[in-house]
């Protein structure tokens, strides 16, 4: 939090926190005006990865025998 892009540090939990809430209120979702009353509303939420289960080798029918 309060980090410039350029300092070369991962994101936190607070970043994916405020991402969430933002991507969420884009969303048009009913939700407090700041992420921190959000966050403390839900304080049993979880954050998961989404996992990429594309085929890192897909077959010849996927690429139309070509």
């Known amino acids: ?5 350029g300092d070369g540090v991962q994101p936190g939990v607070s ?3 405020c991402w ?3 991507l969420l209120c884009l969303k048009g979702e009913n ?3 700041t992420w921190q009353k959000w ?3 839900n304080p049993d939420m979880e954050i998961l990865p ?3 289960e594309t ?3 897909p077959t010849d029918a ?5």
Do not use: F, K, S
């Open 39 to 41: 966050v403390a509303e």
């Open 20 to 22: 969430a809430w933002v």
């Open 55 to 57: 085929n890192p080798n």
């Open 15 to 17: 970043d994916w926190c």
């Open 31 to 33: 939700l407090p005006d």
């Open 62 to 66: 996927a690429t139309d025998g070509n």
């Open 1 to 5: 939090m309060n980090r410039r892009l």
């Open 50 to 52: 989404v996992v990429d």
